[in-house]
């Protein structure tokens, strides 16, 4: 699931996703909100949750908070996936329990990479000098 309120950066990661040939089927959400809603009924789970910080009405700070301190989303691995490129914030998010954190980029080839690596590896953020930390 990416949880996104820019419709580009939407297309982008749909894009991405589109390049790696892996069958996988991605939900969007605009907002905490409505990702909190999609989870509720959602019959499965998704393996991970790509979430950006700068939303409204919910922030992706205030919606990785709820998904941790809920008993049914808290082992979902949520992987912030922001603009901002700042090491607080990068560690303020892996202190609220976040399982990665990409600095979103201009780079297409280095995003198809990155979530290559990720879904092929299931259940393991991996390391990419520079771009994920973890």
Not at 6 to 25: G, K
Not at 65 to 91: F, G, N, Q
Request: overall charge negative.
């Amino acid at each position: 699931m990416l949880v996104d309120d820019d419709t580009d950066d939407q297309e982008i990661f749909l894009y991405a996703l589109r390049d790696l040939n892996i069958p996988v089927l991605c939900q969007f959400a605009r907002d905490g909100h409505e990702a909190l809603k999609k989870l509720a009924v959602a019959g499965e789970k998704p393996d991970y949750i790509f979430l950006d910080l700068n939303m409204a009405p919910m922030d992706g700070r205030s919606c990785l908070m709820a998904l941790k301190a809920d008993p049914h989303l808290r082992e979902i691995p949520v992987i912030i996936y922001s603009t901002s490129s700042d090491p607080r914030t990068r560690d303020e998010m892996l202190l609220l329990g976040a399982a990665g954190y990409w600095v979103k980029d201009v780079s297409i080839s280095r995003l198809c990479s990155w979530l290559k690596s990720l879904l092929e590896e299931q259940h393991r953020v991996p390391e990419v000098s520079g771009t994920i930390f973890s």
